[in-house]
């Protein structure tokens, strides 16, 4: 019980906020000007195939167990979106992209979190909804908008003193500008139920991701053999045959990195849960997320993966910790005046 | 200064009762979407084969998953594609076309034109399209029912320099001299009719002739043979054929 319900300073749920925020800005922002192709009706991915799509869904979910029909099982499942109200008509869309990166704008910054943080969930929902890609920076970002959605709809709602307002909206701004919060009654340096609760589901979605990922490498023989990192060293249309053979020479050395590599990352997403709670593992858990981050972003030119991942790792923080990485974030000009002030102990 | 009073203390019996059994449900749901997933290829006597998922899990999520994850945009089961080491390279190179056949303009998906984040999701788009499917090789001889017609079914077939066509036969006619007979999935054709409208519409064109280039990964092996194979990692196109507007 004390795991989920016991009151944590909130510190910790406005930077993961903070720092989601920014990659959800991040990855949405690249898309102005290919709005209408990537997420219109008439785009990419039409009326047309969507209806052709979900003919096959129906298929793949009956022909489980045919390992000749794998691709059509491993669909993406279709689902809601709210861009699709408007998806056809291209001004509706385009004006629905750039309120929704004002919308995650706003939230990044603290404004209205109860409100911006379901809109922001119903943003990266509609965004990653589409059956064209099923990658796991989508899968990511959607978990990383709920649980923050989960934390910030339960924030403060006990309290019996509450302006309507702020019940409904949050409060505006939460932590991003300290002086304002002062006077409000949520301010940065309160405890709640509902950032650790929301925190906790994220930690244990996270490990189960991690581990179940690691477990499913292990269906692969390449895996095994520490041979797969090899393939993103070398891409089919980025290398030629000769640049390859030319590393021959050292192939035991390079084969022996890219296996304690391989392994590596194994002994990491499965070994997750026995250092992701324990403060004294810090650098394997924060050290292993920077060097996925490098390792997605150049080997894998995944650009959403790596950061995702850090700010999931980062949600294993413990107050104490996210206020001494405040406290030597105050170096820096104009910060310190944004930075919450540590909550004592006994705090309720 | 006004306190968000939630400790243990002070949370009631019944709120802690019905968020852990929440929770519990919660975590149950998302557990049994990762589990209720095919697993393999295995081997067994019969060959590479996919195992079902456990019964129970495929039991639970085949209510919380439909229901509630899906609906919450949870219900992926964390078997990422980029797990499987090795997949061929891939990229799209669509021929558009007026209405008297005349070529307007070739273009090439992923395009190196656009900004990373669009040209990684383009990469995406058209790694769907790689996989081709191991047509079985028939099993007896079909005959259509009364005033009606066998259902046909689209192979590969190897065409001029080398190009793979898709031809589409009767079940029963899959040939049988060939070490292995692959279609594209129909997911590859719904994508790549899908893609080519998109190009014609934007582009004013009146057909699009849709190529996927596909090359085989390299293996670490090729740092300790002698020899490689000519043509062993050459690129592979595929036509999808001249898709209408």
Known sequence: VSFWFTPADIIGLGLIRFLAGLLFIAWLLPFAGQVQAVFGLQGWFDAQAYTEAAGLQAIGASRLGDPTRLSEVTLKPASWSILYLCAANPTALEAAYWVSLAIVALFTLGFWTRLTALASWLVVASFTASPVTNYEGDTLLAILAFYLMVGYLLLGQRQKDLPLTQRLFGSAPAWLFRRPLDHSPLTASHRSVGANLALRLLQIHLAIVFVTSGLHKLQFGDWWAGLALWYPVFPPFGTTLDQIRSHAPHAMSYLTILSIGAYAILAWQIGFPLFAWRPRLRVVLLGGAAIGWLGTAFLFKMPIVGPAILIGCLSFLTPTEWHRIAGWLTVVPGLAKLLPAPVPETGQ | ?245
């Open chain 2, 1 to 245: 200064m006004a306190r968000i009073r939630s400790t243990p203390a002070d949370l009631p019996r019944w709120l802690v009762v019905a968020g852990s059994i929440l929770i519990v449900c919660h975590l149950i749901a998302v557990a049994s979407a990762v589990l209720a997933t095919v697993s393999g290829p295995w081997v067994t006597f019969e060959g590479p084969s996919l195992s079902p998922p456990p019964s129970f899990a495929r039991a639970i999520n085949d209510v919380s998953g439909r229901y509630y994850l899906k609906n919450l945009k949870l219900g992926d089961n964390y078997h990422f594609a980029s797990n499987a080491p090795g997949p061929p390279g891939v990229f799209v190179e669509v021929r558009l076309k007026d209405a008297s056949g005349q070529l307007l303009k070739t273009i090439r998906i992923p395009d190196a034109r656009t900004n990373p984040s669009v040209r990684y999701w383009q990469a995406l788009v058209v790694q769907g399209l790689a996989p081709d499917q191991l047509v079985p090789p028939p099993a007896g001889e079909s005959v259509a029912a009364p005033r009606k017609t066998l259902e046909t079914i689209p192979i590969w077939d190897p065409g001029e320099g080398g190009t793979l066509t898709i031809h589409r036969v009767p079940e029963h006619l899959i040939p049988r001299d060939r070490p292995a007979v692959y279609r594209p999935t129909e997911w590859s054709l719904v994508l790549a009719r899908s893609i080519s409208r998109y190009l014609c519409r934007v582009h004013g064109a009146a057909s699009a002739e849709f190529l996927r280039h596909t090359r085989e990964s390299y293996h670490p092996a090729l740092w300790f043979m002698e020899d490689v194979q000519p043509g062993a990692f050459n690129e592979l196109v595929a036509s999808y054929g001249e898709m209408p507007k």
